[in-house]
Every structure is written in structure tokens, then in C-alpha cells.
């Protein structure tokens, strides 16, 4: 059984602070999807990484894919108020399944 | 917005009753899946369909059923709830972007299932 460990599970930051949030596998995925949900709404994608290494940025947010394809991270810098929410990433599986990670609850004070 | 709906929002039943859960979308994608999201377990894949009447199981498939009889329209369907079935229930459908390990899940809002 293929399974994502996010770390934290929670964080609770002042704003203007960085954070990075972890995402491990023993598995290899073929890519790894990065996705913020907010309460009484579904995941919203954020980012695709695929290849082992690659580095993606969003505005503050950071992304990298480790280099075996097992386990990835996402840097915010300076966080905001607006960046709260909970964040998942998600392992692709093959073409059709998509295995989720058990979730970090970011949540940033003003 | 990838024009997914789901149906209840809401809803409340009764130890052993059985429940359908709705998801609709409106621009014909071929991949759909149900997953159920638990605090401290992340979305957590029921079942998925790759086509009109093609589906599978995922991880947590005891206890649920799908159908799927239009490319539009994919059912869960508790045959007979649990307490352990209380949950929020989310579709979504994979966006097909050339690769299919790379394209994006569109979420619907989720049902949220209490079973009493």
C-alpha cells in the first residue's frame, strides 16, 4: 500500500513568518500534486511537480520534488492571514488513481 | 470551474438505512472518483470510473457501490449506513492534460454524512 506522511499535522504561525510543510513516501510517484483546501469547500490544485528535483514557484509559495520522486516540500515565505487552510499532497498512482497525504492544517495569525 | 455538483450537501440518516450520494458535471470528463475525508487520514479513494459503466475500487471500498450509467452522473450508494460511514464524501473528476499522471483533480464541494 502506497502512503504519503505530511508533516506537521498542524501549524499555527504569526504572519510575516516562514514555514515548510513535508510530504514522505517510500514509493515512487510519477508526479506529486499539491492542493489547499478551505472550510466547507473542496482541494484546489496549487501545483504539479514531475521530475525528481524539479522546483516550482507560486508568488511565496515554494515546491520541490525530491530527487528519488518520494517525497516533496512546500516553502511559504512570509506567511499571510490568507494563506490558511488545510494543505494535501497527493501522489500519482498510474494514470487513474491518486494516492492523498494525511494533510497539514496551516493556520496564520495576524 | 469544472462544473461539478454534488448532491446532498447535507444529510442525516439512520443506522442501516441506505443513502445515495450525487455527483454531476457538466463537461463530459471520462475520469470520476468518489474519495471520504476523515481528520488525521487526508481524502481517501472509495471507488473511481474511467468511462460509462467502468469502474473500480479504490482503498476503502467496503460498504459502498457505484453506478454509473451516464458520462455525466456518478453514484455512491451506502447499501446500509454505519456510523463508521459518518463522514464528508467529495467527487471530483481528473481534467485530462495529455498525461494522465499529471492532470489535475477538480473537486466538488463534498457532502457532509452523519449516520446516527
Known amino acids: 500500500t502506497q502512503l504519503l506522511e505530511q508533516s506537521p499535522q498542524f501549524l499555527s504561525i504569526q504572519e510575516g513568518e516562514n514555514l515548510t510543510v513535508y510530504c514522505n513516501s517510500s514509493s515512487v510517484f510519477s508526479s506529486l500534486q499539491w492542493y489547499r483546501q478551505e472550510p466547507g469547500e473542496g482541494p484546489v490544485l496549487l501545483v504539479t511537480v514531475v521530475t525528481g528535483g524539479e522546483v516550482k514557484k507560486l508568488k511565496r509559495l515554494t515546491f520541490q520534488f525530491g530527487d528519488a520522486r518520494k517525497d516533496s516540500s512546500l516553502h511559504i515565505t512570509a506567511a499571510q492571514p490568507g494563506d490558511t487552510g488545510l494543505y494535501l499532497c497527493?501522489?500519482?498512482?498510474?494514470?487513474?488513481?491518486?494516492?492523498f497525504g494525511t494533510g497539514t492544517r496551516l493556520k496564520v495569525l495576524a | 470551474d469544472a462544473g461539478i455538483t454534488q448532491s446532498p450537501r447535507h444529510k442525516v440518516t439512520e443506522t442501516g438505512t441506505p443513502v445515495t450520494l450525487r455527483c454531476h458535471q457538466t463537461e463530459n470528463h471520462r475520469y470520476m472518483y468518489w474519495y471520504r475525508q476523515d481528520p488525521g487520514h487526508g481524502l481517501r479513494l472509495i471507488h473511481y470510473s474511467y468511462g460509462v459503466k467502468d469502474t473500480d475500487k479504490g482503498e476503502v471500498s467496503d460498504g459502498y457501490s457505484v453506478s454509473r450509467s451516464k458520462t455525466e452522473d456518478f453514484l455512491l450508494t451506502l447499501e446500509s449506513a454505519t456510523s463508521s460511514q459518518t463522514s464528508v464524501y467529495f467527487c471530483a473528476i481528473k481534467e485530462w492534460t495529455g498525461t494522465g499522471y499529471n492532470s489535475p483533480l477538480h473537486f466538488g464541494n463534498g457532502t457532509r454524512l452523519t449516520v446516527t
Open positions: 497527493a501522489g500519482s498512482a498510474g494514470t487513474y488513481k491518486y494516492i
